[in-house]
C-alpha cells in the first residue's frame, strides 16, 4: 500500500464541500509508522460558525479570517444564504466576507434542507428575531454523544421575551416586541447556551445578566468579536457576565482562534504512534489544561512563543506512559473533546487509567471498538471520579477503566462520531495490520484536510471505494 502524501494537495477556500463529498466514505490504515511532521492549524471549529452567525447581527459586512475549510462552515454558509446573507471568499487567504444588509426573509424550504446537519442553527433564534422578528430552526444535528436537549436555550430566548411554537418541522420562533434584557441563571455551564444569550442580549433593551456562564476560549473571543461590533459585555468572576444590550452593531473583521480541539487530537496521535508532530498555530494558553495532562501521562511538548512562528511540539519522548485519572469539565476543565483521542493514547499506558466523563452522558460508546482491536476497556455506571456528576443516578456508562499497554490489532470499524472518527484513525496508526474506516466524511466536520495532513505525516492509508455522494 502506498502513502498518498503525494496526491492529495491542500484546497483553497471554497464555499462548497463538492470536493470532500467524491472522496471515498471509508478509508484502509495500516498501522506501525510513529506519525512524524508538522500540521498546520486553522479557525477552531467551535467558533468559526458562530462567528459566522454574528455576522447576521451587524448593519454592514464582516470579514471573518482563518476559516478553516471544514462542512460545519458549509452548513452555516448554507443556513446564512437561505436568510438572504451573502457569503464570498475574501481577498485574503482563508477570508470570508459575509453580508446581512439584505435580510429580509428566511426560505423555510432552504433551512430545512440543513435538518439534522449541526448545532448551529439553534443560534440564529436572538440574531434572526433581532432583525426579521421570526425565526424557524430545523432539526438540530452534532454528534450523537448523549441526549443535548436544548431546555436552556428555550428558557432563555422565553426570558427575553420571544415566543416559542415546536411544531413537527422544527421550532418557530417570534418576538412580538423587541427582546428585552433579563436575568438567566444556567442550569449548568452550557457553551452553546451562553452563546444563544451572548447573541441575543447584545441588541436586545437593557441589560441582561448571566449567570453560571460557560468560558471556554471560543466564547471569550466570540465575546472578543461581538465587542469589535459594538457590543456592551463584561466578564466578571465567577462565571458571571453582564451585556448592555445597545441598538445597532456594526460589521467586524476579525482573526479566528486557532483549533486547541484538534492541537490535542495531533498531540494524542504522537504520543499513541510514537511520534513526533509538530503542531504550527497551537496556543499554550488555551491548552494548558490539557497540556499538564500530556505531561503527567509522559508525553513531551516544547512551545515556540514566536511570532509568526508559534506552535507546539508534541512527542512520545520514548519509555512507558503513565496511567492516570481524569475528569472532563466545563473550561478551565479537561474539555470532553479531548477525552477520545487521549483514551486511545491511554490503551498504551503502563497500568490502569481511570476518565469520568461529566460532560456527555455516552460519550464512551466510541471505547467498543478499541475493545475489538484488542484493548482493555471497562464502563462503569457508577461516577468513579472523585466527583459525583449529573450522570451517577441515571444509568449511564459514563465512567471508564483502561488497562494498558496493549498490543492494538487491526479492524473493520464505523465512526459514530466526529471525535471518535479521529480517534479511530489514531487507534488504526497504531495498530498491527490494515483497518478499514467507515464513514470518514463525519470526520471533515471538524478536522481540515485531515487526510492531507496525515500523509504528509507518514500515514500509510489508501482510499477504499464506492464515493459517498
Ligand atoms: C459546536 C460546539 O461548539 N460544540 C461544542 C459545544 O457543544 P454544546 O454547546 O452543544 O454543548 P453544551 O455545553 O451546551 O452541553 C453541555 C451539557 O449541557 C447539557 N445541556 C445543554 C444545553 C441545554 O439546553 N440543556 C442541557 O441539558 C448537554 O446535554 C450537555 O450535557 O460545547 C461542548 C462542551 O464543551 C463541546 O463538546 C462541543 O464540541
Ligand atoms: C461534540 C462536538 O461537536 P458538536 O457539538 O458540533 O457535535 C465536537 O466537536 O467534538
Known amino acids: 500500500m502506498n502513502s498518498t502524501s503525494a496526491t492529495i494537495l491542500p484546497r483553497p477556500l471554497a464555499l462548497d464541500a463538492s470536493a470532500s463529498a467524491l472522496r471515498p466514505d471509508r478509508i484502509h490504515v495500516t498501522g506501525g509508522t510513529p506519525l512524524t511532521g508538522e500540521v498546520t492549524l486553522r479557525g477552531a471549529k467551535n467558533l468559526v460558525p458562530k462567528a459566522m452567525v454574528a455576522a447576521l447581527l451587524g448593519s454592514g459586512p464582516s470579514r471573518l479570517r482563518n476559516v478553516p475549510q471544514i462542512s460545519d462552515v458549509h452548513i452555516v454558509t448554507g443556513l446564512l444564504e437561505a436568510h438572504g446573507v451573502t457569503v464570498r471568499t475574501g481577498e485574503v487567504r482563508d477570508e470570508l466576507v459575509l453580508d446581512p444588509t439584505s435580510v429580509d426573509k428566511a426560505d423555510h424550504a432552504e433551512i430545512a434542507a440543513h435538518a439534522g446537519e449541526s448545532r448551529i ?32 436555550h428555550l428558557d432563555a430566548l422565553r426570558a ?82 453582564h451585556i448592555t444590550g445597545v441598538d445597532r452593531l456594526e460589521g467586524y473583521t476579525h482573526r479566528a482562534l486557532p483549533d486547541r480541539l484538534e492541537a490535542a487530537s ?92 461529566t460532560v456527555y452522558e455516552k460519550r464512551l460508546g466510541f471505547t467498543n471498538a478499541l475493545v475489538s482491536m484488542g484493548a482493555q476497556v471497562q464502563l462503569y455506571r457508577e461516577c468513579l471520579g472523585g466527583t459525583p456528576c449529573r450522570f451517577g443516578q441515571r444509568n449511564f456508562m ?50 481540515e484536510d485531515f487526510a492531507f495532513k496525515l500523509g504528509a505525516l507518514g500515514a500509510r492509508f489508501e482510499f477504499g471505494e464506492n464515493a459517498v455522494d
Request: aromatic share 6%.
Open 121 to 152: 442553527p439553534i443560534l440564529l433564534c436572538g440574531p434572526l428575531l433581532h432583525r426579521i422578528g421570526h425565526a424557524f430552526i430545523p432539526d438540530l444535528g452534532g454528534c450523537r454523544i448523549g441526549d443535548r436537549p436544548i431546555d436552556f
Open 160 to 241: 427575553f421575551g420571544a415566543v416559542v411554537d415546536k411544531r413537527a418541522d422544527g421550532l418557530h420562533l417570534e418576538a412580538p416586541q423587541r427582546l428585552r434584557g433579563t436575568k438567566i441563571t444556567l442550569p449548568y455551564p452550557s457553551v452553546g447556551s451562553t452563546e444563544q444569550v451572548l447573541l441575543t442580549a447584545v441588541l436586545a433593551e437593557g441589560v441582561t445578566e448571566l449567570r453560571n456562564a460557560a468560558t471556554e476560549p471560543e466564547i471569550v473571543d466570540l465575546i472578543a468579536i461581538l465587542q469589535k461590533m459594538g457590543a456592551i459585555i463584561s466578564v466578571l468572576d465567577n462565571r458571571v457576565i
Open 266 to 357: 495531533w498531540a494524542c496521535a504522537a504520543l499513541a504512534t510514537g511520534g513526533d508532530i509538530l503542531v504550527s498555530g497551537a496556543q499554550q494558553g488555551s491548552m494548558m489544561t490539557f497540556l499538564n495532562v500530556f505531561r503527567r501521562v509522559g508525553g513531551a511538548f516544547e512551545v515556540d512563543d514566536t511570532p509568526g512562528a508559534a506552535g507546539i511540539r508534541f512527542w512520545h519522548p520514548g519509555g512507558a506512559l503513565k496511567t492516570l485519572a481524569l475528569e472532563t469539565d466545563v473550561h478551565p476543565g479537561f474539555q470532553t473533546d479531548w477525552q477520545q483521542p487521549l483514551v486511545v493514547a491511554l490503551t498504551q499506558a503502563q497500568g490502569l487509567s481511570i476518565v469520568h466523563e
Open 398 to 447: 459514563h465512567s471508564a477503566v483502561i488497562s494498558g499497554p496493549t498490543k492494538l490489532h487491526a479492524a473493520e470499524l464505523e465512526i459514530p462520531d466526529l471525535r471518535a472518527g479521529f480517534s479511530y484513525l489514531i487507534a488504526a496508526l497504531a495498530a498491527q495490520g490494515t483497518s478499514t474506516v467507515h464513514g470518514i466524511s463525519l470526520i471533515n466536520r471538524g478536522y
